[in-house]
Every structure is written in C-alpha cells, then in structure tokens.
C-alpha cells in the first residue's frame, strides 16, 4: 500500500474534521487509486455531501426563523398601536401622549445602553402605559380641575394594576407588562399601587416615569396651560432622586438638548 496515498487520505480527513470541505477527496475517488483507499474516499466524499445538504437546510431554517420572529415583532408593534389607539379614541384631551413617552422612553433606554430587544420592551410599554385608563367611566375623560377629589384619585389610581391585567395574555410583551404596573411608583416608596422603592422598581418604570412627567407638564390640559420645558425639566430635575431616577432624568435631558428642546448645558 503506497503510504503517501494514507497520509493523504488522514490529510483531507483532518481537513473535513477541521470543517474545511475541499474538494480534494475527489482526487483520491479516480479509478487509479488502489482499495481500501478509494473506499474510504468515496464514503467521505458521501458523507460530505450530505452533512453540506444539511447545512444548508439548517441555514434555510434559521432564516425562516428570523423572518418569523420579525413578523411577530411586527404583529407586537401593530398589536400594541391599536391599542393605545383605542385608549387615545376615548381620552381625546391627552392627543399623542402614548405615542410621545413611548419614543422618549425608548430614546432614554438606548441612551442608558440598553441593547436593542430591552430598549424596544421599554418603547413599547411606554406607548401603553395608560392602557389602564380604557376601563375609566366617561365623567374622567370629561375636563376636570387638577385636583380631583379623592373618590376620583381612588379610581384613577387603580389603573396601573388594571393596565396590567389588561395585558395580562399578551406573553410576547414580556417585562413590559410590569413596567405598565409600576410606571406610578416613587423612588421613596410613596408611590401607587405597591408603594414600591428604587430599584424594587424595574428601570423600563423609571425610565417611563421620566417621559410621562415631562409630557404631562409641558402639554395643554383642559385643566392647565402646558409649561416652558426647562421649567419642566427643572421640576424633574427637583423630583430626582426622591421620586424619580436621577440617570433617567439626565438622559433624557441631554435628548432634548439634542433634539433642541433644551438648550446646551
Ligand atoms: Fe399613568
């Protein structure tokens, strides 16, 4: 048996070994090269093609996947507008409020160096964080003074929970559903509806709570006449960190300087 034929039969066997799949087995297949060898050549040559059939196969599954997983992140995101849609239909005096602090929020998240999939969960809670407020009776839509009394504050403080009982179905909203439940809590525990503190508090929470202040104070209401935002962002700036993440406010902050809603600090 010529032995240089061996060594490099065991060549190209490490090589295949080693996922380089060359076609250099087929030299050692011709009708010249001696048995055992070709053989073994052929029966490699077999199964090369077979493991790059299956690749292939595997290839072709993962972008199915990918394209799967990207309609259920569509499906989520259209799922998630017609609901904030719906609340919007009902509570015509707040126009564009979800819509805002759901791009804020998600603007702060990636600024704090949330990765993509995290950022989006914050986006998306963010743009649903009043879902609560669907099972409201009609007189709270109806223009009210800023200070309700307390029967009305009772109700109204229930729509956090109610929010997130709402959603409660919806597996793909993942963290986001309690970020709904706890977008009301208070660094210092005086907050509603669980009297949560700091970081007992998820950060997609904190992160909303920033945009949701800020928009609530510097937006008209039939009640008030929206504020300058640096006044607004002064006021944040005062609740930090006693009621509000201090990195959350910051972040934001150095958004609206670059969105030119603040001037440079
Ligand atoms: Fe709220």
């Not at 199915?64 to 009902?90: D, F, G, H």
């Not at 989006?120 to 809670?125: D, S």
């Amino acid at each position: 048996m010529d032995h240089t034929l061996i060594e490099k039969l065991l060549a190209v066997i490490q090589n295949v070994a080693a996922g380089d799949y060359s076609n250099e087995i087929m030299e050692l297949t011709g009708p010249g090269v001696p048995e055992p060898v070709r053989t073994i050549a052929e029966a490699m040559g077999l199964m090369m093609v077979k493991v790059e059939a299956r690749e292939y196969r595997l290839e072709m599954m993962v972008e199915e996947l990918r394209q799967l997983n990207e309609k259920i992140r569509q499906t989520t995101i259209n799922t998630v507008s017609a609901m904030a849609n719906a609340l919007a239909a009902r509570d015509v005096y707040t126009e564009g409020h979800a819509a805002r602090v759901g791009e804020w929020s998600g603007r702060i998240a990636r600024a704090l160096g949330l990765d993509e999939k995290a950022t989006e969960r914050v986006a998306v809670a963010g743009r649903l964080h009043d879902i609560g407020k669907i099972g409201f009776p009609d007189r709270l839509f109806q223009p009210h003074e800023a200070q309700n009394p307390p029967e009305i504050i009772k109700e109204i403080t229930k729509h956090p929970a109610t929010g997130a009982t709402i959603l409660q179905e919806l597996d793909f909203l993942g963290e986001a559903r309690e970020y709904v439940h706890c977008h009301h809590e208070r660094l210092d525990g005086r907050g509603y509806p669980r009297r949560l503190r700091a970081e007992d508090i998820p950060l997609g929470a904190r992160i909303i709570a920033v945009a949701d202040g800020f928009d609530a104070m510097t937006t008209n209401r039939p009640y008030q006449k929206g504020m300058p935002p640096a006044q607004a962002m002064a006021i944040l700036r005062k609740q930090a960190p006693v009621k509000l993440d201090s990195d959350c406010v910051e972040a934001f902050a150095r958004i609206l300087e670059e969105d030119g809603v603040l001037p440079d600090s």
